[in-house]
């Protein structure tokens, strides 16, 4: 089994290791990675724990239990988030090349968080396997396991672009679904180069469309014109900026 994890706590036998210290509103108490190596399957039993748990299904699938025992599957690139005292059982097998990235997590703002971004009442979100959400974990685990000035700080605001990112995705995977095709290349368009002169001329010309046409698909599709949407996707990508640096 390869098991890589940073852990606040030295100890993991600590008896308040699911507690924040006082003062901290979210806290990361560990990060890590796992996936069997060499036995035919790694199978994970938590105690009740008063902490929440996020696991990201990097390949593979995960198995994993209800306290019924029925088994169910979270696939690829698929987020599962355990409540704290929700009963945990999960199992990786080597032949389906099972890897996953977790972390622990609490406080006080961890549950409002999590319902900002329409993550809080879903077992599982599916979304796609992606190198920024891997590097997200790693950089929790690193930070834990290397401990640098502010560290605790540092695991808080790397879980904060974790959940944001995810709602994000999640949103924009849902607009996506709906929108003509002449729409989502805008949107595309938009998402790459949010950071140039991007003029309504150039919009609509990539639209092939006309610029009557193209601000009431916006406003049909995405709730607000072209200009505005240009304008609050660049406001999540500073604020994105802000918290890594």
Request: with cysteine.
């Amino acid at each position: 089994m390869l098991l890589k994890g940073g852990y606040y706590y030295d100890s993991l036998i600590k008896s308040d290791r699911d507690l924040p210290p006082k003062g901290h509103i979210l806290f990361v108490f560990s990060s890590g990675h796992s996936k069997p190596i060499s036995k035919p399957y790694i199978e994970t039993v938590h105690l009740p724990r008063r902490d929440y748990q996020m696991i990201y299904v990097h390949r593979g699938a995960m198995h994993y239990f209800d306290k019924d025992g029925n088994e169910h599957i979270a696939p690829e690139g698929s987020f599962l988030l355990y409540k704290p005292f929700e009963y945990q059982k999960y199992i990786l097998y080597l032949n389906e090349k099972a890897e996953i990235y977790w972390c622990h997590f609490s406080g006080t703002f961890a549950e409002t968080l999590l319902k900002n971004y329409d993550i809080y009442d879903r077992k599982i979100i599916t979304l796609s396997s992606k190198t920024k959400y891997r590097r997200l974990y790693t950089s929790l685990r690193t930070t834990l396991e290397n401990k640098p000035k502010h560290f605790v700080e540092l695991c808080s605001l790397y879980l904060q672009e974790l959940i944001v990112t995810i709602g994000s995705d999640m949103e924009s995977n849902l607009m996506q679904n709906s929108m003509p095709i002449a729409l989502k290349n805008v949107v595309e368009y938009i998402h790459e180069h949010y950071f140039e002169n991007i003029t309504i001329a150039i919009l609509v010309k990539i639209a092939a469309s006309n610029k009557i046409t193209l601000t009431r698909q916006f406003e049909k599709y995405l709730h607000c014109s072209p200009k505005k949407y240009l304008n609050k996707f660049r406001i999540e990508k500073a604020k994105i900026l802000l918290l890594q640096t």
